[in-house]
């Protein structure tokens, strides 16, 4: 029976998720269930951590000061370097050697706010004499190892050695109180985890919890199906409720099954062929591994474009998905649903620093739901990147065009109208936009911190391909002619959509990538103590989500396109609003939990979400 080591109120110092740092952090609570405590961090966070995460803080100082009198020479060099020193240092004073002898010789130091005393936090500040502020609170060797490892540090530290620390965190109420933590967040290469935050049954429930999670298993099909009853009406609205529905029977099809298994088992083929960039690396997950992915997806768009035209050449009915499409929906329905059990079902059997933070409720249905393992694979295929870039996305653009085609028909035109067109050629760039920038998905929400369950299954292979062509299939029977100056102006909305949502994510991405890109030296940058830096001027430094403004904005010019008679074609924008700004507090919420008080100075810096002055 595991004792229990450290009681309410004492403080200690607990390891920041992540990381091999450690702040002094006040213990509220054990729980014996899980065998974890649940600590205070001075600047307000909580979190779950286990006990091998937390030393007792009288013990962690005899052991940090005796173990920083044995540092490497490298170490020592590194501690005689002031914050000062590094942020003086730019791209274009150093040469390439001396920049990167510096990442080689460096040691990453962040200021941290001071530590306050609060109602929650009635401490004192951990280490407040200048003489040793260089020595505390760095608890394992990782950083003596890793400066034996240039290429990892090459990648992990470039941010600092630049100088681009422009904009230094708050300075200190005197220096009685200050700080300072060395951090070597060099483990990117190959180290493996060290410590990973507990997925705990605590972590807080997302959409609305276990009751939420039973509305929206429910509420999700149901809504597709009323909006693929209500766009075959000719005068589709809120107000024909309940639309006219089929016999149940038809609703099944096994032809249309067979075809979505078709088309999956194609994608599948193409994403396992060799081909394109072969292996990128995911981005450091939390437990410090780096996962492998191929990303083909611009190959896969290309090869289904030809294998498409060439079935239409040979004589194969495009226009059958048009005739079919409730069909096609129910069976991609059934697809979702078996697969988000497969995965539920998994995710009770692997280790727990393989799942995600959230869909660990203990509710069957809820984690059923939001989805628990972060990275389902088998062998090398991962299932969660593979549905969420292909089967969905590029079927979203084969039934764009199967719509024209059927507009073409159903209207007795000799071309697809305008309207079509637009649809069509914007939602297609963005999925290409997308294929073509595959690799920048691997930093987004979804990738690195969603578990894979049935919200993403049935999202990307549902309600992907069947909600997001309502335009175009609204269109086949809903003309809607548009003179030149509409036709301009929609498509110059588009552009500038486009502009700011393709600059803004590329931005990001570089920058996580490779923050020392001398492209991006002239940007600002907050630094955090996970070793990461927030990016704080250039489009990051506009609002905190520059790409959801650009992606709304795109939104906008597809449905303009379909004109003002009725709600329906608008309903993506209306859904991408309510999307996106759930989304931005989820994600808030996650980058307050990882990044503490930097985060909140990157929000009282950049105060807008995603509309400028607005939102
Ligand atoms: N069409 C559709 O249905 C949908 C489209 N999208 C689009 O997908 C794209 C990805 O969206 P999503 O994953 O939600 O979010 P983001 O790509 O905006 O990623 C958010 C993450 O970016 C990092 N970040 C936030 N602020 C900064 C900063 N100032 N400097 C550096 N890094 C920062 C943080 O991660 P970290 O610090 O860990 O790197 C944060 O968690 C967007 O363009 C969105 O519009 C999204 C949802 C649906
Ligand atoms: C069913 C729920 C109510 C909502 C599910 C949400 C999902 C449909 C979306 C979550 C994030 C997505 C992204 C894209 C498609 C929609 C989902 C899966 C994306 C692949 C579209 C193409 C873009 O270029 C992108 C940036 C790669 C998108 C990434 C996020």
Redesign the pocket.
Known sequence: MPTVRFQSGEMVMGRWPGSNLYYEVKVLRFSPKSQLYTVIYKDGTELELKDQDIKSATGFRTRSRSRSRSRSPARRRSRSRSPARITRRSSSQSTPNSRRDAKLKDVLEVRLKPLVGGPANPTKPVENNSNNKHENKEENDTANKVTEKPEAKVEAEPEMSQGRYNLRRRKDDGDAKAVEVKQLQLEEEEAKPTTVPAATSTTPLDFGGRIGAYFWLLFLPAWVLFLLLQVTLVDPSLANFPPPLPPLETLFDGQALGIVLLWTLFQALLYILPVGKVRVKS?PLRTGERLKYRTNGFFAIVVSAVAVAAAVYQGVDLTYIHSNFLQLAVASFLGSFLLSVYLYVRSRYVPPDQLALGGNSGNVVYDFFKGHELNPRIKNFDLKFFCEMRPGLIGWCVINFAMALAEMQEQHLEAPSHAMILVNLFQLLYVVDGLWNEEAIL????L?HDGFGFMLAFGDLVWVPFTYSLQAYYLVTHPNPLGLPALIAIVAIKLLGFYI?RMS?SQ?NA??RNPSDPKLAHLKTIPTATG?S???SGW?GVV??P??LG?LIMALAWSLPCGFSHLLPWYYMIY?II??VH?NSR?MS??RR?YGSAWDE?CQTVRYRIIPGIY
């Open positions: 981005m930093t987004t929400m979804d690195m949502f994510n990001k920058f996580r990461k927030l990016l704080v990051w905190r989500h790409n959801y992606d991408f999307l996106l989304r994600d996650e980058c990882k990157y």
